[in-house]
């Protein structure tokens, strides 16, 4: 009797476990998806702002839009930083190799899309920087395939490689869809978030590019050192 009390209150254990872990994945997913994206939009509206004011007779107009900007970043930080307390617990528990096949698996079965991961790089070796910043880079490019490119297939490929000129341990990450692709000089539809992405990349001493497939679709291309910015 004590035995199977024991493992009843296992099983309810594990069952509340994964009840909590899939409520912190809505959450972080909530505030990615929303809180971010209307940060961004507000930064780029007070960046515009700042633009159009140009002349010195509206001082305190531009210093209430560099005061916007400011406090936009420091709420990205945040609601980054928030993000990553929710979700990372997954990566450091399966890997990020598990982590994005988990993330891949149940965006195809919530759109009913096609998407091939292919990764060919040891990840374990990256950074908890760089390892969280592919996870987001990732689940923002699919999260607009599914808002924007009206796509009927998606591919990952993620792989280690050498930088001839520096000698440098690099991951190359790309996501390309089949999708309406982009308008001729506009990155509009891929997203506020990715902006923020290309921040955080360039941060860690990467780069990340946007580029059109010829007259469908859209390719996100990124490089990041192994172990982050030094």
Known sequence: EASRLLEENRRLERKVMLVEQSEREHLA???????????????IEAVRMLARIGDRQHS??????????????????????????LQPDMISQVGLDVALHQLVWRWQL???????????????????????????????????????????????????KRKRSTKEDVLSVSICDDGQGLSAGSQEHVGLGIIGMRERVASLGGRLRI????????????????????
């Open 211 to 230: 580029l059109r497939r010829g007259k469908n679709g859209v390719c996100v291309l990124a490089v990041l050192p192994v172990y982050g910015k030094k």
């Open 29 to 43: 997913q909530e505030l990615h998806d929303n809180m971010g994206q209307y940060l961004a939009a507000v930064k």
């Open 110 to 160: 919530r759109t009913g899309v096609e998407c091939i991961l292919d990764i060919k790089s040891e990840l374990d070796r990256l950074s908890d920087a760089v390892a969280t910043t592919v996870y987001s880079i990732v689940r923002e490019c699919l999260t607009n395939v599914l808002k924007h490119a009206n796509a009927k297939h998606v591919r990952i490929d993620i792989k280690g």
């Open 60 to 85: 305190e107009l531009a210093a209430s839009a560099n005061n916007i900007i400011a406090d936009t970043e420091a709420l990205f930080d945040l609601v980054h930083g928030l993000t990553l307390r």
